[in-house]
């Protein structure tokens, strides 16, 4: 590997994406078609707008067809330092989209000075999505939710994408996976414009309980081994992940509530 | 290599030529200074821009400074970034290192300066953070593609000899980082003017345990550890 210095009119500009292309690195299109049972899948992911900013959650089970493939997977993201991202669909590409929308991020903030937008980090994400249609196609969609702290209008948004790129702006809610009905229920039925981060958190694991308490790919919580989802906070201060105590403690206290309730 | 037409140049003084081309380029320009402290590496450059930067971030645990020619080292500061996403990118992030990346500059310089119509006129610090107290490292080249290493402190650009001179007197190991800077400005200061914060480009790579440990410390912050 040697310095990659270019010519004026061969430099790839602030893109790391651009880079990979131009050094021939990117990663080879995908062609042909593959049994996608064999194929590790994640989940239910949501994400809740509140006045202090965007709650993000996932649950922690990836499926290939009906085998569970692991007990404790992670489908919640920084980007940078003021977004996330959460990911479901087929767990390889979707890694390795997060991994370089991460480092996209970065390496234009590094070459030019200075973060992109959030406006323009929401469409470099729509971007990577849509170059991944054709994979999409044979069944290896990858379907992120991305939000962020936009500095200008100092407030937490909140964008859903579909397996095209389409890029969709929420102003309330968002979830994706096979357990985002579900969830998506739970948190409808909840929601208020005046949330604030502490009431989104408990909204967000009992949507999660709910969802996997319907659907067999989204996985509950799990005290004997200590698996709870993957809460993380995203406000002024910035992308901050929940320690996995304190979602115990949320989760214990949901469902002593629960079980109260003699009908379930 | 370019003959003049119909005369001899002696490898000698063509070499020494391009030296003398290069130091005046170089020369020209304000210095910036890295100095180890306490919890990691200060970066402090003279610098009137606040846009066109001298002090940048690199990788997680490594900055670049850069005097001379501003183009010239901004174009090396891009490929350093780019290699080492690049590197981090296919191997892992605890391989990039900053000696790698320093013998790269020091390749291109060599180059440059032996082959090219014209050397760099720049002059390149490249430091890096180690998580250990005392293992710092801070990497210094010359527009010829010299190499020199050290983990204490370093001045390049213009007048380097007075200001690391002044720095030698007051400099110490394990510094706090508002004597550093202190003892940083003044050696860039001297006796005979004065620096202002707006003057100043100053940034850390801090040992505070955050993945990427660049830090600006500008506007108020800066007033305040100058006060």
């Known amino acids: 590997m040697t310095l990659p210095l270019f010519t004026p009119d061969q430099d790839p500009g602030p893109s790391f994406l651009g880079l990979l292309e131009r050094l021939g690195m990117a990663p080879p299109e995908f062609t042909g078609s593959l049994e996608a049972d064999a194929i590790t899948h994640g989940t239910t992911v949501l994400a809740i707008r509140t006045i202090e900013g965007v709650v993000m959650a996932g649950d922690r089970r990836a499926t290939a067809g009906n085998f569970i493939s692991q007990h404790s997977v992670e489908k919640v993201f920084p980007a940078d330092r003021h977004s996330g991202v959460a990911i479901s669909g087929t767990a390889g590409p979707a890694m390795e989209m997060v991994r370089l929308f991460q480092l996209n991020l970065e390496h234009y903030e590094k070459v030019e000075g200075s973060p992109l937008s959030l406006e323009g980090k929401a469409n470099q994400l729509s971007q990577m999505v849509r170059s991944n249609l054709s994979a999409a196609m044979q069944g290896l969609g990858v379907v992120p939710l991305f939000a962020g702290w936009d500095e200008r209008l100092e407030q937490g948004r909140l964008f859903q994408y579909d397996i095209t790129g389409g890029r969709y702006e929420e102003r309330r809610y968002a979830a994706g996976g096979s357990g985002s009905l579900h969830s998506s229920t739970v948190i409808k039925l909840r929601h208020t414009p005046d949330l604030d981060f502490s009431t989104a958190v408990d909204i967000a694991v009992e949507a999660l309980f709910e969802a996997a308490d319907e659907d067999s790919a989204t996985g509950g919580p799990d005290p004997v081994r200590g698996i709870y989802p993957v809460i993380a906070t995203i406000g002024s201060d910035g992308f901050e992940r929940m320690a996995n105590e304190d979602v115990a403690v949320r989760t214990t206290a949901l469902l002593e509530r629960l079980g109260d309730r003699s009908d379930r | ?227």
């Open chain 2, 1 to 227: 290599m370019n003959m003049p037409l119909g005369g001899y140049v002696s490898p000698e003084q063509l070499m020494k030529d391009r030296a003398d081309y290069a130091r005046k380029g170089i020369a020209r320009g304000r210095a910036a200074i890295a100095s180890t402290y306490a919890d990691g590496v200060l970066l402090c450059a003279e610098n009137p821009s606040n846009t066109l930067r001298k002090v940048s971030e690199i990788y997680d645990r490594i900055g670049f400074m850069g005097v001379g020619k501003y183009n010239e080292f901004d174009q090396l500061r891009i490929a350093g970034v780019r290699h080492a996403d690049l590197k981090g990118y296919s191997f892992s992030r605890e391989d990039v290192d900053a000696r790698w990346l320093a013998n790269q500059y020091a390749q291109i310089l060599g180059q440059y300066f032996t082959h090219e119509m014209k050397p760099l006129e720049v002059e390149l610090l490249v430091a890096e953070m180690s998580p250990e107290v005392g293992d710092d490292r801070l990497f210094h080249l010359l527009y010829d593609g010299t190499v020199m290493d050290t983990t204490s402190h370093v001045v390049i650009g213009g007048e380097a000899e007075a200001i690391g001179a002044r720095l030698e007197e007051s400099w110490s190991v394990g510094l706090q980082l508002r004597e550093a800077v202190r003892v940083a400005v003044g050696a860039l200061t001297g006796s005979d003017r004065e620096l202002v914060p707006d003057d100043l480009e100053v940034a850390v790579l801090s040992r505070d345990g955050e993945r990427r440990s660049f830090r600006r410390i500008e506007g108020d912050d800066l007033g305040e550890l100058l006060g």
